[in-house]
């Protein structure tokens, strides 16, 4: 069993020391706290060896089964000059926004987003395997002046978002620089089952998209477009535009078996007085935003350090 109680770092450009007493507690998310175990020693000791880190614990996990939500988006311009365009002029959304600032009302209040729904691309499902977010703002909107007109035209978009894909990605180190940023490959899409749910998304958005309660401000759709309409032309859409939703997690999983990087108690695994309390531990991706749990984590951790007694199971 190693420790960990001694801690260097740089400030100023000067190297220092610390020690902890305790224990430490790292909390540098689902890129860094993999990159700062392995930059320590702690990780695959092959990959480790080849950027010159004599290993400290051999734990192959740290670093592997990154996941993140992955989202494409269907987009049609909006007819005429919508709310937020015409606020967006320069004196009034001045005005807005001191009325926002003073009264906590006003449209400046109003954020041309927030609308979500969980839905299941296939009746069979247990649980929804899409979420859809609503964006009422071309990503070019921007305040405008008067008599010049706003040089922007006004968009909506509906967005699948993928809850559960089977893909994987790893976090692994560029070099032993603790100041080289990692390298990330995420893997999107590299289990071709992950497509079946975004095509999905994709055609129920144009669904809701078109129904006639929207005629009068859906305009003419501009992504994927009118000539995207078979498989092969929505996947190479998919490739070309998804992005990520930033809810990476993983890649220092929580569990039991020799890929596992930490244990229930949020321990790592063959180091003595060290933690992880970040999204790094979840074994899997949540499906929905991971901020609930991630709080739910950091809550459980401070019972855990503190030696507090678990609240009983609620049944939900």
Known sequence: MCSSDLIEYLEGGQAKQVRATREVLLAGGAINSPQLLMLSGIGDPEALLKQGIRPMAALRGVGTNLQDHLSVGVTCWRKGMSPLQHTLRADRIAIAMLRAYLTGSGPATLLPGGVTAPVRSRADLDVPDLQFLFRGAAVDARPWWPFKGPDWRDAIMLRPVLLHPQSRGEVTLASAEPA?????????????????????????????????????????????????????????????????????????????????????????????????????????????????????????????????????????
Not at 240 to 249: D, E, I, M
Not at 257 to 267: F, M, T
Not at 287 to 299: D, K, Q, R, V, Y
């Open 180 to 316: 080289d940023a990692p390298r990330i490959q995420p893997n999107f899409l590299a289990v071709d089952a992950d497509f079946a749910p975004l095509l999905a998304g994709i055609r129920i958005a144009r669904e809701v998209a078109r129904q006639p309660a929207l005629d009068r401000f859906r305009g003419d759709e501009i992504f994927p477009g009118p000539g995207v309409e078979d498989d092969t032309a929505m996947k190479a859409y998919i490739r070309k535009v998804a992005g990520t939703f930033h809810h990476a997690c993983g890649t220092c999983r929580m569990g039991s078996d020799e890929e596992s990087v930490v244990d229930p108690q949020l321990r790592v695994r063959g180091i003595e007085g060290l933690r992880i309390v970040d999204a790094s531990v979840l074994p899997d991706l949540p499906g929905a935003n991971i901020n609930a749990c991630t709080f739910m984590l950091a809550e459980k951790a401070a019972d855990l350090i503190r030696g507090r007694t678990p609240l009983p199971p609620a049944a939900v």
